[in-house]
């Protein structure tokens, strides 16, 4: 069983200033939810109990958040407000841990952070800027995987070749419901990349990645990459990617952070009626 979960949250969420100057980026909200939130209650569904957020400066709402507010909870109560008060307690049976990252040298220097708390088991990364669509679990078919291969799975996504150069990016064969991967490069020019399979934020390792991201010296972007550590892990073990079926959106940049509130109001029950008649007005009106 799977029961830990990493969330590297250091980054220092430029692409959002001035609005992150103060604020964490994961702390902004997707309707009545910060997009962190939608991180951990993806890995709560799948059993996950034990979380640990790599953090940075600035970052301390997150632990607030996750935190109890007794004040607020007696105020609901006393309201009669039990909804609102179940919405917030909903974390209680889960541990979250916090480590933060000395100097925000990338993401695989991030997860480097997490050993201690690993222990020797496999764990779950979730990288929160990639937000699933709630009615499909990635991690529940990726951990069903990991339960027949015992190796290092991550998550894939085939994106337009022009985008190519903003992710990592797989070679590899189709085998059953999975890729059996067989090179990976952090970022290619279009002209140099293998495929158009991009690695997305959800990942499972094993405590072996460890190993390579300790002997890592900084790579593109002068960064410590967990793409550079997987190519290396390649000549010890197998690596396998599964491409979702569920549909990402991509939160980490203002456009995508648009899209997706965009397409969670539309499938709020509670204002999705009015939400898609003011719609409907202001496209008559443009």
Not at 16 to 38: C, G, R, V, W
Not at 78 to 89: D, P, T
Not at 138 to 151: G, K, P, Q
Not at 164 to 172: D, E, P, Q
Request: aromatic share 10%.
């Amino acid at each position: 069983m799977i029961k830990k979960a990493v969330l590297p949250v250091a980054g220092l969420g430029t692409r959002f200033l001035p609005a992150t100057k103060a604020s964490p980026k994961e702390m902004l909200p997707i309707l009545d939810k910060p997009i962190i939130q939608y991180a951990v209650e993806e890995a709560q569904r799948v059993g996950i109990e034990d979380f640990l957020f790599i953090t940075g400066k600035h970052k301390r709402a997150i632990e607030d958040h996750f935190d109890k507010a007794y004040e607020l909870e007696e105020r609901l109560k006393s309201a009669g407000k039990l909804q609102l008060l179940e919405k917030i307690n909903c974390f209680e049976n889960l541990n979250f841990a916090y480590i933060r990252q000395k100097q925000p040298k990338g993401l695989g220097d991030a997860i480097l952070y997490a050993k201690p708390f690993v222990n020797n088991e496999p764990f779950v990364v979730i990288l929160s800027d990639d937000v699933i669509d709630p009615e499909y679990s990635v991690l529940s078919d990726m951990i069903e995987i990991y339960n027949r291969t015992h190796s290092t799975v991550i998550a894939l996504e085939e994106v337009p070749w022009s985008d190519v150069s903003r992710y990592g990016i797989v070679a590899g064969k189709k085998v059953e419901d999975y890729y059996l991967i067989e090179d990976l490069i952090e970022k290619p020019e279009q002209s140099q990349s293998p495929s158009n399979l991009a690695i997305i934020g959800r990942y499972i390792l094993t405590p072996q990645i460890f190993k390579y991201l300790g002997k890592l010296e900084p790579g593109k972007g002068g960064e410590i990459q967990l793409t550079d550590a997987l190519k290396m892990l390649l000549n010890e073990t197998q690596i396998y990617g599964y491409i979702i079926k569920g549909k990402r959106y991509d939160a980490g940049e203002k456009l995508g952070y648009l899209k997706t509130i965009f397409e969670f109001a539309l499938k709020d029950s509670e204002i999705a009626s009015d939400f898609k008649a003011f719609l409907k007005e202001r496209i008559t009106n443009l």
